[in-house]
């Protein structure tokens, strides 16, 4: 079954510290991968997404992610965080097109400390 | 652009009251919207897909006679949990996919926080 894993629940950083967040899908030949955050008690707001070209997207607020086909990864990153950061992010696939469905990752809490 | 509104935002009803939620695209005609529903601290589930003028497919395990899908217009689709009970209290997100998308992007709504007492 196609699938989405988020390898880590909850991820404390201190301020101004980098960050990572893992992404990994089932194996597809064609999918749409996209990051999405949440802050408490609200919808989800799209971060960035990858379609197809350059393997690195950059997307608002500073954060970036990679794109590995044959690690069939999809990493988020920011060099540098802030409190404001302080969320829920989900990695999301779309593994039929622009007419499939999205499957969500499990999530990851993201704790930015003072 | 691009806009999802849902409404209400939060609502409290008694076990076997029928709750409706709306979800509205603002500034775009939506021929498919989706339910999700979420769980305290865990992952949105797609509950159904709706697509204006026709039947609600649902998802597996999803009670389409309990959760009643209309997506009467290329802007708003509905919600209603019917006799709705304490198992039933859940964050519900909408989203909306605009038509002319090449790419699946879903337009999130705000999410409905509903309490079943």
């Known amino acids: 079954a196609q699938s989405v894993t988020q390898l880590d629940s909850q991820v404390p950083v201190f301020e101004e510290a980098p960050v990572e967040l893992r992404c990994n899908y089932s194996?597809?030949?064609?999918?749409?991968l996209f990051w999405y955050v949440q802050y408490p008690n609200q919808g989800l707001q799209l971060l960035l997404k990858y379609l197809s070209g350059s393997t690195l997207v950059k997307g608002i607020n500073g954060f970036e992610a990679e794109f590995n086909k044959s690690q069939t990864s999809f990493h988020l990153r920011k060099p540098s965080v802030h409190i404001s950061d302080t969320a829920e992010y989900f990695c999301?696939?779309?593994?039929?097109?622009?007419?499939?469905?999205?499957?969500f990752g499990k999530g990851t809490k993201l704790s930015v400390k003072p | 652009g691009a806009v999802v509104s849902q409404h209400p935002s939060r609502v409290i009803c008694k076990s076997g009251t029928s709750v409706k939620i709306e979800c509205r695209s603002l500034?775009?005609?939506?021929?498919?919207m989706f339910w999700y529903r979420q769980f305290p601290k865990q992952s949105l589930m797609l509950m159904a897909t709706s697509n204006e003028g026709s039947k609600a497919t649902y998802e597996q395990g999803v009670e389409k006679d309990k959760f009643l899908i209309n997506h009467a217009s290329l802007t708003l689709s509905t919600l209603t949990v019917t006799s709705a009970h304490p198992e039933d209290s859940s964050f519900y997100i909408c989203?909306?996919?605009?038509?002319?998308?090449?790419?699946?992007?879903?337009?999130f709504g705000p999410g409905t926080r509903l309490t079943v007492l």
């Open positions: 989203s909306a996919r605009a038509p002319l998308a090449f790419y699946n992007e879903q337009f």
């Open positions: 500034d775009f005609q939506a021929t498919t």
């Open positions: 194996s597809s030949v064609s999918v749409y």
């Open positions: 999301a696939v779309s593994y039929g097109g622009s007419q499939g469905n999205l499957i």
